[in-house]
């Protein structure tokens, strides 16, 4: 579902998408280089049809929370969400990419990541938030640590990209690990 939740951080807002931003999320999601670390690198170029499509699923969809992360001027800059929401089991699973890679690196993904746990947390009463991450995607690995997660295992050969198959680490953050941030 699109949450109707504007969350601000200290760098980003979340907020939800819109219509008007599917273009801009075809424009990110067809890059290479934003590609590369996502699940999506082996499929085909995204179309406006298919993402109108997506953008409809996730509009109905009860296990999924999704935010248009932007930066403190209005630009966006990423999309943030909470998927597989499994309310009985009190988990979720993150998953987040920023597009405008001249933003990478610069704290945007942590700030957003740590108000989509606080939420996650304290508004949905989640008790686990997981996410796999490439085992090479260092810097991403290290933003999740800064937003309490904890490596759990690796999954050998896990996914594709570019044809090659990928290691992916499984990290993830208890509620009472996040209710002991100092950040928090």
């Known amino acids: 579902m699109i949450s109707e939740s504007i969350l601000q951080g200290e760098r980003v807002r979340l907020r ?23 699940s999506m690198s082996e499929g085909p170029e995204l179309t406006l049809e298919a993402e109108r499509e997506w953008y409809e699923e996730m509009r109905a969809d009860p296990a999924r ?26 988990r979720a699973t993150l998953g987040i990419s920023i597009g405008e890679k001249e933003l990478w690196g610069q704290g945007y993904g942590t700030d957003g990541i740590r108000q989509a746990l606080r939420y996650g947390f304290q508004e949905l009463g989640l008790r686990r938030v997981d996410l796999e ?14 937003c309490g997660f904890v490596r759990e295992g690796l999954l050998r050969a ?27």
């Open 65 to 90: 929370v999704v935010w248009c992360m932007e930066t403190a001027e209005g630009q966006p800059i990423g999309n943030l969400g909470l998927h597989a929401i499994d309310e009985e089991q009190g």
């Open 16 to 38: 939800p998408p819109q219509e008007d931003d599917l273009p801009t999320f075809v424009r990110w999601f067809n890059d290479p280089d934003v590609r590369y670390w996502l």
């Open 158 to 184: 896990h996914r594709l990209r570019r044809g090659q198959p990928v290691n992916a680490v499984v990290m993830a953050v208890l509620r009472g690990e996040f209710e002991r941030q100092p950040w928090r």
């Open 133 to 146: 991450v490439d085992e090479d995607n260092h810097r991403g690995i290290r933003c999740y640590e800064k």
